[in-house]
């Protein structure tokens, strides 16, 4: 595979993964995912910037050789995770005199998860620079961008920004630059839903920090090189700003139909008061569109039903999937339906407590609804509009 050029001398040389259904075991892929690895030639020296996924070490290999690639000096780690530094001890059998650059941070994890030499690896700090002759590569430190060993590299005289995890996406492509789209947007989305958003407020930072930069094009770890970076930018300007939309995200399992006929009620009420709302089926739903949900979602109300004395495990699953991801949500509540009793709405609350979320009073009943059940939701609504109100999205 010949190399596409980006820009004086610097090139892609990651692959795509079209085959790929799912990410850390975890996470559904619509589009598979690319690994992307950068060669930057100085005129004096070479670079990689981040190497392979360790399925794909031989092809990466390969496809150096046949690019021309027969020295390289530094190789660049920005992040540990072996999507990203899993071919560092094959490129280092490869070219042995090369040298690792990487944070202290990093370092450790290399050697711990890699058994990289710890005489082959040099450590930098943000701003600490290495020259290729003709080329500079200056590092940036980004703790808590996804990792707490993550760093930016900044080619500087070509104004190129490779920031590893952050601004990527899972998307595959025949051309590296960006063709900006819906369905690019819905895979940034998704990516950063399941990966950035608990990072939120250091993604805000960094963003912010990006801007003022200036940067002539971003080159991510994982989709697309930005060769517009005000488009990666202004998304994550809004998916990581303070306050979310005016939704109401309703996720529910109902096993004999009552909770969702709550769910259902909740969803036209709302709508009629000018309140937008989204429903999850828990149990036949795609946990990306529910993560992506999630960054715009003010308030969530979890339906459950019960299965024996306690919530049915799929909503203890999501509650547990919300806490971790830490949305922009403010508010939240719960509805559900129980046969013979037992605590329907504690563990839920235990694990959702750790958003610190305004919790709205939370509507049960035995069996199917009723008259009662039914005002008792229409309080939750007023209670939602208030609530929406107060913080300035009605």
């Given at each position: 595979m010949k190399f596409q050029e980006i820009k004086n001398n610097v090139f892609y040389c990651g692959l795509n993964d079209t085959e790929r259904q799912i990410f850390d075991e975890l996470i559904p892929l619509e589009h598979g995912t690319s690994y992307n690895s950068y060669l930057v030639k100085g005129s004096?020296?070479?670079?990689?910037?981040?190497?392979?996924?360790?399925?794909?070490?031989?092809?990466?290999?390969?496809?150096?050789?046949?690019?021309?690639?027969?020295?390289?000096d530094y190789i660049i780690a920005n992040h540990g995770e072996q999507d990203h530094s899993g071919s560092i001890p094959a490129l280092l059998e490869e070219y042995p005199d090369a040298k690792v650059v990487t944070n202290a941070t990093c370092k450790g994890n290399l050697m711990s998860m890699l058994f990289v030499p710890e005489e082959k690896i040099i450590v930098v700090k943000t701003d600490d620079e290495i020259s290729l002759g003709n080329k500079t590569l200056k590092f940036i430190l980004a703790p808590n961008v996804h990792w707490p060993d993550t760093m930016f590299t900044l080619i500087k005289e070509d104004n190129l920004l490779c920031t590893c995890d952050f601004l990527g996406a899972?998307?595959?492509?025949?051309?590296?630059?960006?063709?900006?789209?819906?369905?690019?947007?819905?895979?940034?989305?998704?990516?950063?839903?399941?990966?950035?958003?608990?990072?939120?407020?250091?993604?805000?930072?960094?963003?912010?920090?990006?801007?003022d930069m200036k940067v002539d094009m971003i080159l991510p770890s994982h989709g697309p090189v930005h060769k517009d970076?005000?488009?990666?930018?202004?998304?994550?300007?809004?998916?990581?700003?303070?306050?979310?939309?005016?939704?109401?995200?309703l996720p529910y399992v109902s096993m004999y139909g009552s909770t969702e006929e709550m769910i259902d009620?909740?969803?036209?009420?709302?709508?009629?008061?000018?309140?937008?709302?989204?429903?999850?089926d828990i149990i036949t739903g795609d946990l990306g569109d529910l993560a992506m949900s999630l960054i715009d979602g003010t308030t969530i109300v979890l339906g459950t039903s019960m299965v024996l004395a306690g919530p049915h495990p799929a909503s203890v699953n999501i509650a547990y999937i919300a806490s971790v991801l830490k949305p922009k949500?403010?508010?939240?509540?719960?509805?559900?339906?129980?046969?013979?009793?037992?605590?329907?709405?504690?563990?839920?609350?235990?694990?959702?407590?750790?958003?610190r979320l305004d919790v709205i009073e939370p509507v049960q009943v035995k069996g199917k609804p009723t008259e009662e059940t039914f005002k008792q939701l229409d309080?939750?609504?007023?209670?939602?509009?208030?609530?929406?109100?107060?913080?300035?999205?009605?």
């Amino acid at each position: 595979m010949k190399f596409q050029e980006i820009k004086n001398n610097v090139f892609y040389c990651g692959l795509n993964d079209t085959e790929r259904q799912i990410f850390d075991e975890l996470i559904p892929l619509e589009h598979g995912t690319s690994y992307n690895s950068y060669l930057v030639k100085g005129s004096e020296k070479i670079a990689i910037i981040d190497t392979m996924y360790p399925p794909f070490t031989s092809e990466y290999i390969k496809n150096l050789k046949e690019n021309g690639v027969n020295k390289v000096d530094y190789i660049i780690a920005n992040h540990g995770e072996q999507d990203h530094s899993g071919s560092i001890p094959a490129l280092l059998e490869e070219y042995p005199d090369a040298k690792v650059v990487t944070n202290a941070t990093c370092k450790g994890n290399l050697m711990s998860m890699l058994f990289v030499p710890e005489e082959k690896i040099i450590v930098v700090k943000t701003d600490d620079e290495i020259s290729l002759g003709n080329k500079t590569l200056k590092f940036i430190l980004a703790p808590n961008v996804h990792w707490p060993d993550t760093m930016f590299t900044l080619i500087k005289e070509d104004n190129l920004l490779c920031t590893c995890d952050f601004l990527g996406a899972h998307y595959t492509f025949e051309d590296v630059f960006a063709v900006p789209s819906e369905e690019l947007e819905k895979s940034a989305k998704r990516y950063y839903a399941e990966i950035m958003m608990p990072f939120r407020v250091m993604c805000k930072k960094y963003v912010q920090l990006i801007k003022d930069m200036k940067v002539d094009m971003i080159l991510p770890s994982h989709g697309p090189v930005h060769k517009d970076p005000n488009y990666i930018l202004d998304l994550y300007t809004d998916w990581t700003s303070d306050l979310g939309k005016n939704l109401v995200l309703l996720p529910y399992v109902s096993m004999y139909g009552s909770t969702e006929e709550m769910i259902d009620y909740l969803s036209n009420e709302l709508n009629k008061k000018g309140i937008n709302t989204l429903k999850y089926d828990i149990i036949t739903g795609d946990l990306g569109d529910l993560a992506m949900s999630l960054i715009d979602g003010t308030t969530i109300v979890l339906g459950t039903s019960m299965v024996l004395a306690g919530p049915h495990p799929a909503s203890v699953n999501i509650a547990y999937i919300a806490s971790v991801l830490k949305p922009k949500a403010k508010f939240a509540s719960f509805v559900g339906s129980y046969g013979w009793g037992g605590k329907l709405f504690d563990i839920l609350g235990e694990i959702l407590g750790k958003l610190r979320l305004d919790v709205i009073e939370p509507v049960q009943v035995k069996g199917k609804p009723t008259e009662e059940t039914f005002k008792q939701l229409d309080t939750m609504v007023e209670s939602i509009v208030e609530r929406h109100k107060s913080v300035g999205l009605l």
